[in-house]
């Protein structure tokens, strides 16, 4: 069994080319209140991908999905942070109503996994809330202020985890993470995905007994894609696989970099990596299958 540590892009975008025994424990430091609605960004997009629905264009939401919701609160004057389709609509509101009687959101997913026929077990990382602010010269900002309102536009001075000092892991991931042969921090976003994750004490403590196996977000000193580096570079990391790995290091055993960025292999072996350059940009299906297949010869 493996175990998974996702946020809502970069990691989705290996599940789609897996198989075997796996279970993914997901970011919820992104998570807000919005229009009415409880949003859990990276836990939806994972599932979604699990279950065939998500619009991998954006990988955010469902495929083929309908605003007629959206629109209407538009032309009445309401302007959503977030453009939520009707149907992805539908599931957050499922998840708000069960959320405000007090369900735990990891029970919630349960039962949307269960009807939406997913037998990979997926978990929020906590039931209790962990915020991610972004502090930069003249505001704190949540991440999707950051990222949807700011464009990343803003010199980013500080991130918070706010309230992972009392936020405890779900009972059944740290089982996951405890039981399972070996971790893999997916290509996901350092900062604002595997941060808040590993940030918990509760996991932190696992993975450092476990072999723990990551992959690179990072190709030469830029990101696959989105914000990553403008959080690392504010963090005073280096905006590379060696930076990636500085993050993890009090845990990592094995980094996975991409097939360009050789160079960097010395300097992370000196840290004490076993390190493999591989393929892992992931925009076709064999070339996911391709990287499992490694994976799968690592643990
Ligand atoms: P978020 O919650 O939407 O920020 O999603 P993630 O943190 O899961 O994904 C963002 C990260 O995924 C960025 O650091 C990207 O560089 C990385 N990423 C996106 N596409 C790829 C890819 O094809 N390969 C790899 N290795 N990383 C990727």
Redesign the pocket.
């Known amino acids: 069994m493996l175990c998974i540590l996702?946020?809502?892009?970069?990691?989705?975008?290996?599940l789609t080319g897996i198989s075997g025994e796996y279970g993914v424990i997901v970011?919820t430091g992104?998570d807000l209140w919005t229009s009415g609605v409880y949003v859990s960004?990276?836990l939806d997009?994972v599932v979604y991908t699990l279950a065939g629905l998500v619009d991998d264009s954006k990988?955010?939401g469902q495929k083929d999905d309908t605003y007629f919701c959206h629109e209407m609160m538009k032309s009445l004057g309401h302007t959503e942070l977030l453009k939520i389709g009707d149907k992805d609509r539908g599931l957050k509101l499922f998840r708000t109503l069960l959320v405000k009687e007090g369900t735990p959101l990891s029970h919630v997913t349960e039962k949307v996994l269960a009807a939406l026929h997913v037998d990979v077990p997926v978990f929020p990382m906590s039931d209790d809330r962990v915020t991610t602010q972004i502090y930069t010269d003249d505001e704190v900002l949540t991440f999707h202020e950051f990222?949807v309102s700011r464009r990343a536009q803003v010199t980013v001075t500080n991130v918070e985890y706010c309230g992972i000092e009392t936020a405890r892991p779900v009972e059944k991931a740290l089982i996951l993470m405890k039981e399972s042969d070996a971790v893999l921090v997916?290509?996901?976003?350092?900062v604002?995905?595997?941060g808040p994750i590993i940030g918990m004490k509760g996991y932190r403590d696992i993975l450092r007994k476990k072999v723990v196996v990551g992959?690179?977000?990072?190709?030469g000193e830029a990101?696959?894609?989105?914000p990553?580096a403008v959080l690392m570079r504010g963090l005073g990391i280096e905006t590379n696989c060696v930076g990636v790995a500085e993050m993890y290091q009090d845990f990592l055993d094995v980094l996975i970099i991409?097939k360009t960025d050789k160079e960097y292999k010395p300097e992370l072996e000196d840290m004490g990596l076993t390190v493999y350059t591989e393929d892992?940009?992931?925009?076709s299906l064999e070339k996911k299958r391709a990287l499992w297949k490694v994976l799968e010869g690592i643990v």
């Not at 996702?6 to 290996?14: D, I, M, R, V």
Request: charged share 10%; glycine share 12%; aromatic share 10%.
């Open positions: 996702s946020g809502g892009t970069g990691t989705p975008k290996l970011n992104e960004p990276d997009t990988w955010y990222w997916g290509p996901s976003n350092p604002t995905s595997i992959i690179s977000p990072m190709v990101p696959f894609s989105g990553t991409h892992i940009l992931l925009d």
